[in-house]
């Protein structure tokens, strides 16, 4: 087997605090499908026929009972973690350590993307890799967020990221919160490639193929808890340390077993031998290439450790963690799924203006002198008449009743908007209720502040 | 019964008779004839055998009636054994009857590859059909062809063959997967490294292989070797040292006997692919190092102070991995001489030759194929290396290499090449277009002060890029072949052939 594939589905959503209060990151409904539905049909596309899918028991009760879930043809192992703990990502690759037999591709449960697989997996097979990743181009988002004021710059820590003249080796990447002064560049990095290009703005897809070998290193390493983090650095930065780059001239059984009996002091280093090492070095000594030219070295400066990044300039790559991501990722669902936007079960009548952007869900009603345009309206939702819903997400299970007005917004499941109510750029909560007559503009309404308006159209602010 | 049989044999001999005709090269038959005289087996047996090493296209159709085949001879094999007759041809050979020469009657019908024709679509179609039953996607071609090569494939190096395949390749084994991938990409490259690193993948597929119940291992494997076979075939169409590795892992696998337990059997196998690589790879460097050093130092090694012109200067061309072997022998032996590099795009393949040659601190001298009749003068040995060396004694090598012998010749200058015997091979050839290989067009693009010439060069209707991979140099213009069995002159091959097949 080649590759096994592990889903992180139990990530918190802690930067949109007011989509995740009733339901988890994982399934919040992105084009009427929850989230993790995106990247399991990437990976159901490209081949895979088992994932192993790590998250907490909450989204495994609402993925059994989820009808979009049951979709996925492949197989899925479901392990679940504490919902409190604080595990980071790599804390749960060693938890499920024993089932991986092969090098992993992981894969983060709010990745939305089309990108075609293979250029990241082709990496990590011809050059024997250690890791190899997707990172795109960021997109500005254009859509005003609901709930805040004005075009707030999410002040988002910068990655700066370093990569050879041929745009595919990893070779420093850092975060702008862990450089106090400046970027500091290695003098070993520079001698042996002396061109390198630092972007900037770049996306992490959170998309890592690793080899098997840095699994077991982390069973090893408990100091290390999140892939992207710490693991991902760390990896970048042994690419070029000593000790991985001295030339073996002993046996490769002499160095393993040299290792073990080391014991405790070696478990932290990597150790990326292969079997039949000698034989591949003869074919690589008498192979004619070089990755690099102009000065001594052999193919890859004969390091074993090597990061790989495939950076995709065209197609989409989301990654949902903020509410502006998820509102553009609603936008472009629809451009993704192959699925037609209007599902056959809802119920629309024929006075209905939809627009091609659109996407209806199951069981839906639609009255009559409806507009309907560049929204998603999720399952069973009831839309009376005379509405107008423009550039808005409006989840399962929601009453519009008749002459609303909603403009940019996100209502969650279950809410109910009263009769005449006209809301811009607002975010309602799960299970909310909006008066009849009422007005509101750039709000965010959760559990704890009920909105209440007068029918006199006031014009409330706040957050 | 045993009228039966021998009618049954005629027959069948008589069937590949007529398909043996289509054969290109006339001089198997003459070896064959000579061949199944010495061993004095009873007539019977001398007539299946050559019957039963025919040639490639007669065992496609018969494919599905394999196992009917393989009965009947199964059958055939325990008659013979009750009649009491030796045992030595009725080795359990089961994988059908190319692959499984008796030991004593040589097999002297070689069955040769057949030669691509794109062109052609009912061959095309008859490919595609095989590359489905084998589950391998087909690669399909790029670009315009010149019309003299449009008989070949020409595949471009951004649609790999991973496209069209599943991720988690189930399959093709993971290690086929990532060869195929480095020889299409070119990072192995040069024909001794493909073979060890095709071994090497080999060997890997032999440990994880587990025989399905019922099967034999030696029937079985074979079978799954060949959509890995087919895969890198397209991926990067097989060298000629290739395809004589395969044969021989073939033959190694097909002569495991039956009672031989699978852990013994892949011990066995996994010995044998060292062995190989170490006899016909390594050993056959080292034996040629031996050889050459003393084609370098004859009367020509001087010990003259480093500033002042040697008289030794040798050319050495387009990258040959043995080659750059074998200049570091003679230099770590101290003999006193000067290199000259020659290279050729769009590969460029010289730089690394020249820097490992600098490497170890021999002077060197780097020139493009273009000044090749400037700097002639100045050498005095111009040492090639071989992809292939064929049946008829020309030499098959990177493009430009017949280029050089023949402005060497026209110099008086010796030309030496240096080649192992495993990259000897029954095909003949007389020119560069019958069989070659086409590589990337787009490789011949190139950007200079951030213009881009040819970017569009599809579109125009009367433009055609052409990379040519190989060509064929004849053997008037070599002087001396140095094998690690010696150092022949080019004639001499086919001699090396039938001895070859004869030891084996």
């Given at each position: 087997?080649?590759?096994?594939?592990?889903?992180?589905?139990?990530?918190?959503?802690?930067?949109?605090?007011?989509?995740?209060?009733?339901?988890?990151?994982?399934?919040?409904?992105?084009?009427?499908?929850?989230?993790?539905?995106?990247?399991?049909?990437?990976?159901?596309?490209?081949?895979?026929?088992?994932?192993?899918?790590?998250?907490?028991?909450?989204?495994?009760?609402?993925?059994?009972?989820?009808?979009?879930?049951?979709?996925?043809?492949?197989?899925?192992d479901?392990?679940?973690?504490?919902?409190?703990?604080?595990?980071?990502?790599?804390?749960?690759?060693?938890?499920?350590?024993?089932?991986?037999k092969?090098?992993?591709?992981?894969?983060?449960?709010d990745?939305?993307?089309?990108?075609?697989?293979h250029?990241?997996?082709?990496?990590?097979?011809?050059?024997?890799?250690?890791?190899?990743?997707?990172?795109?181009?960021a997109?500005?988002?254009?859509?005003?967020?609901?709930?805040?004021?004005?075009?707030?710059?999410?002040?988002?820590?910068?990655?700066?990221?370093?990569?050879?003249?041929?745009?595919?080796?990893?070779?420093?990447?850092?975060?702008?919160?862990?450089?106090?002064?400046?970027?500091?560049?290695?003098?070993?990095?520079?001698?042996?490639?002396?061109?390198?290009?630092?972007?900037?703005?770049?996306?992490?897809?959170?998309?890592?193929?690793?080899?098997?070998?840095?699994?077991?290193?982390?069973?090893?390493?408990?100091?290390?808890?999140s892939?992207?983090?710490?693991?991902?650095?760390?990896?970048?930065?042994?690419?070029?340390?000593k000790?991985?780059?001295c030339?073996?001239?002993?046996?490769?059984?002499?160095?393993?077993?040299?290792?073990?009996?080391?014991?405790?002091?070696?478990?932290?280093e990597?150790?990326?031998?292969?079997?039949?090492?000698?034989?591949?070095?003869?074919?690589?000594?008498?192979?004619?290439?070089?990755?690099?030219?102009?000065?001594?070295?052999?193919?890859?400066?004969?390091?074993?450790?090597?990061?790989y990044?495939?950076?995709?300039?065209?197609?989409?790559?989301?990654?949902?963690?903020?509410?502006?991501?998820y509102?553009?990722?609603?936008?472009?669902?629809?451009?993704?799924?192959e699925?037609?936007?209007?599902?056959?079960?809802?119920?629309?009548?024929?006075?209905?203006?939809?627009?091609?952007?659109?996407?209806?869900?199951?069981?839906?009603?639609?009255?009559?002198?409806?507009?309907?345009?560049?929204?998603?309206?999720?399952?069973?939702?009831?839309?009376?008449?005379?509405?107008?819903?423009?550039?808005?997400?409006?989840?399962?299970?929601?009453?519009?009743?008749?002459?609303?007005?909603?403009?940019?917004?996100?209502?969650?499941?279950?809410a109910?908007?009263?009769?005449?109510?006209?809301?811009?750029?607002?975010?309602?909560?799960?299970?909310?209720?909006?008066?009849?007559?009422?007005?509101?503009?750039?709000?965010?309404?959760?559990?704890?502040?009920?909105?209440?308006?007068?029918?006199?159209?006031?014009?409330?602010?706040?957050? | 019964?045993?009228?039966?049989?021998?009618?049954?044999?005629?027959?069948?001999?008589?069937?590949?008779?007529?398909?043996?005709?289509?054969?290109?090269?006339?001089?198997?038959?003459?070896?064959?004839?000579?061949?199944?005289?010495?061993?004095?087996?009873?007539?019977?047996?001398?007539?299946?055998?050559?019957?039963?090493?025919?040639?490639?296209?007669?065992?496609?159709?018969?494919?599905?009636?394999?196992?009917?085949?393989?009965?009947?001879?199964?059958?055939?094999?325990?008659?013979?054994?009750?009649?009491?007759?030796?045992?030595?041809?009725?080795?359990?050979?089961?994988?059908?009857?190319?692959?499984?020469?008796?030991?004593?009657?040589?097999?002297?019908?070689?069955?040769?590859p057949?030669?691509?024709?794109?062109?052609?679509p009912?061959?095309?179609?008859?490919?595609?059909?095989?590359?489905?039953?084998?589950?391998?996607?087909?690669?399909?071609?790029?670009g315009?062809?010149?019309?003299?090569?449009?008989?070949?494939?020409?595949?471009?190096?951004?649609?790999?063959?991973?496209?069209?395949?599943?991720?988690?390749?189930?399959?093709?084994?993971?290690?086929?997967?990532?060869?195929?991938?480095?020889?299409?990409?070119?990072i192995?490259?040069?024909?001794?490294?493909?073979?060890?690193?095709?071994?090497?993948?080999?060997?890997?597929?032999?440990?994880?292989?587990?025989?399905?119940?019922?099967?034999?291992?030696?029937?079985?494997?074979?079978?799954?070797?060949?959509?890995?076979?087919?895969?890198?075939?397209?991926?990067?169409p097989?060298?000629a040292?290739m395809?004589?590795?395969?044969?021989?892992?073939?033959?190694e696998?097909?002569?495991?006997?039956?009672?031989?337990?699978?852990?013994e059997?892949?011990?066995?196998?996994l010995?044998?692919?060292?062995?190989?690589?170490?006899?016909?790879?390594?050993l056959?460097?080292?034996?040629?190092?031996?050889?050459?050093i003393?084609?370098?130092?004859?009367?020509?090694?001087?010990?003259?102070?480093?500033?002042?012109?040697?008289?030794?200067?040798?050319?050495?061309?387009?990258?040959?991995?043995?080659?750059?072997?074998?200049?570091?022998?003679?230099?770590?032996?101290?003999?006193?001489?000067?290199?000259?590099?020659?290279?050729?795009?769009?590969?460029?393949?010289?730089?690394?030759a020249?820097?490992?040659?600098?490497?170890?601190?021999?002077?060197?001298?780097?020139?493009?194929?273009?000044?090749?009749?400037?700097?002639?003068?100045?050498?005095?040995?111009?040492?090639?290396?071989?992809?292939?060396?064929?049946?008829?004694?020309?030499?098959?090598?990177?493009?430009g290499?017949?280029?050089?012998?023949?402005?060497?010749?026209?110099?008086?200058v010796?030309?030496?090449?240096?080649?192992?015997?495993?990259?000897?091979?029954?095909?003949?050839?007389?020119?560069?277009?019958?069989?070659?290989?086409?590589?990337?067009p787009?490789?011949?693009?190139?950007?200079?002060?951030?213009?881009?010439?040819?970017?569009?060069?599809?579109?125009?209707?009367?433009?055609?890029?052409?990379?040519?991979?190989?060509?064929?140099?004849?053997?008037?213009?070599?002087?001396?072949?140095?094998?690690?069995?010696?150092?022949?002159?080019?004639?001499?091959?086919?001699?090396?052939?039938?001895?070859?097949?004869?030891?084996?």
């Open positions: 087997m080649e590759l096994q594939a592990v889903l992180m589905a139990a990530g918190g959503g802690s930067r949109m605090p007011d989509l995740t209060y009733n339901t988890p990151k994982p399934m919040l409904p992105v084009g009427n499908k929850p989230l993790m539905w995106h990247p399991l049909n990437l990976l159901e596309r490209v081949g895979f026929e088992e994932v192993i899918v790590i998250t907490t028991k909450e989204v495994q009760k609402m993925m059994s009972t989820d009808p979009k879930m049951k979709d996925v043809k492949m197989k899925l479901v392990v679940c973690i504490q919902e409190d703990g604080d595990m980071g990502t790599a804390d749960a690759l060693r938890h499920i350590q024993q089932k991986i092969t090098d992993v591709l992981v894969v983060s449960c990745l939305i993307t089309d990108v075609a697989l250029e990241v997996v082709d990496l990590f097979r011809a050059h024997n890799a250690t890791l190899a990743m997707l990172m795109s181009k997109h500005d988002f254009t859509e005003t967020v609901p709930g805040q004021k004005g075009k707030k710059k999410t002040g988002e820590q910068r990655d700066f990221v370093g990569v050879d003249q041929s745009g595919k080796r990893l070779l420093f990447m850092a975060n702008e919160a862990d450089l106090e002064d400046g970027l500091s560049i290695r003098k070993s990095i520079m001698r042996k490639h002396p061109r390198m290009h630092i972007k900037t703005g770049l996306v992490d897809a959170h998309l890592y193929c690793l080899k098997k070998a840095v699994v077991d290193f982390l069973a090893d390493n408990k100091s290390i808890s892939i992207r983090g710490e693991l991902l650095p760390y990896l970048v930065r042994k690419q070029f340390s000790t991985t780059n030339p073996k001239s002993k046996d490769d059984a002499d160095d393993q077993t040299q290792k073990t009996a080391d014991g405790s002091t070696n478990s932290t990597l150790l990326i031998c292969s079997r039949d090492e000698p034989l591949l070095q003869l074919a690589q000594e008498r192979s004619c290439w070089n990755d690099h030219r102009g000065d001594m070295s052999e193919a890859y400066h004969g390091g074993k450790l090597r990061c990044v495939h950076i995709m300039d065209q197609g989409l790559c989301y990654r949902v963690n903020t509410l502006a991501a509102i553009e990722a609603n936008r472009l669902a629809s451009k993704l799924l699925e037609p936007a209007v599902h056959p079960s809802a119920v629309i009548s024929e006075r209905c203006q939809m627009g091609p952007d659109s996407i209806i869900g199951a069981q839906c009603q639609v009255a009559d002198k409806t507009s309907i345009k560049r929204s998603t309206i999720g399952n069973s939702t009831t839309v009376k008449e005379k509405v107008k819903v423009t550039n808005s997400i409006i989840m399962h299970g929601v009453t519009i009743e008749e002459g609303c007005n909603i403009h940019g917004c996100v209502i969650c499941s279950n109910v908007i009263g009769r005449g109510a006209d809301l811009k750029y607002c975010l309602v909560g799960n299970g909310q209720q909006i008066e009849a007559e009422g007005e509101a503009h750039s709000f965010h309404t959760s559990t704890f502040n009920m909105l209440s308006l007068f029918s006199p159209p006031t014009v409330t602010r706040g957050t | 019964k045993e009228e039966k049989q021998r009618l049954r044999k005629e027959k069948k001999q008589q069937k590949k008779n007529k398909e043996k005709n289509d054969e290109k090269t006339s001089h198997e038959e003459q070896p064959a004839g000579s061949a199944s005289q010495p061993p004095a087996q009873p007539s019977p047996k001398a007539v299946p055998v050559p019957a039963s090493e025919a040639p490639a296209p007669a065992d496609k159709p018969a494919k599905s009636k394999a196992d009917l085949k393989a009965e009947r001879r199964a059958r055939q094999e325990a008659e013979r054994a009750s009649k009491g007759k030796k045992g030595d041809v009725g080795q359990p050979a089961p994988t059908g009857k190319l692959k499984a020469p008796p030991s004593e009657l040589q097999p002297v019908v070689k069955r040769l057949e030669h691509v024709q794109v062109d052609n009912e061959v095309v179609k008859k490919l595609a059909k095989k590359l489905e039953r084998q589950q391998i996607p087909l690669r399909s071609d790029y315009y062809k010149v019309s003299l090569f449009s008989h070949l494939h020409q595949y471009s190096r951004k649609a790999p063959l991973t496209q069209q395949l599943g991720i988690p390749s189930t399959v093709i084994h993971p290690a086929i997967v990532r060869l195929g991938l480095q020889y299409s990409q070119g192995v490259a040069g024909s001794n490294a493909r073979s060890v690193a095709l071994l090497h993948a080999f060997q890997q597929v032999i440990r994880d292989y587990t025989t399905p119940p019922n099967e034999e291992l030696s029937r079985d494997l074979v079978n799954k070797l060949k959509p890995y076979i087919s895969f890198l075939n397209q991926c990067r097989l060298s040292s395809g004589n590795a395969i044969k021989y892992i073939k033959k696998i097909s002569n495991i006997p039956s009672q031989c337990k699978e852990e059997a892949k011990i066995k196998l010995n044998c692919i060292e062995r190989y690589i170490n006899e016909k790879i390594v056959a460097a080292k034996a040629i190092a031996k050889y050459s003393e084609k370098i130092s004859d009367g020509d090694v001087i010990l003259f102070p480093p500033n002042c012109s040697f008289n030794v200067t040798i050319s050495t061309s387009i990258s040959s991995s043995l080659v750059n072997h074998i200049l570091c022998e003679a230099f770590e032996k101290k003999r006193k001489f000067r290199v000259i590099v020659v290279d050729s795009r769009p590969r460029l393949e010289g730089r690394e020249l820097r490992r040659l600098v490497q170890k601190g021999i002077s060197c001298t780097y020139v493009l194929i273009s000044a090749v009749s400037y700097i002639l003068p100045e050498v005095s040995k111009v040492f090639l290396g071989a992809h292939a060396l064929l049946a008829n004694g020309y030499v098959m090598s990177r493009v290499t017949s280029q050089i012998a023949l402005v060497a010749k026209a110099f008086n010796p030309v030496l090449v240096c080649c192992e015997t495993y990259k000897f091979c029954e095909r003949v050839q007389t020119d560069s277009f019958v069989s070659n290989e086409l590589d990337d787009d490789d011949l693009i190139v950007t200079r002060k951030g213009k881009t010439q040819l970017e569009h060069w599809q579109k125009v209707p009367s433009l055609g890029l052409l990379n040519l991979v190989y060509d064929v140099t004849p053997p008037d213009f070599v002087d001396l072949v140095i094998t690690d069995l010696g150092m022949i002159p080019c004639t001499s091959v086919p001699v090396v052939l039938r001895v070859k097949n004869v030891d084996q």
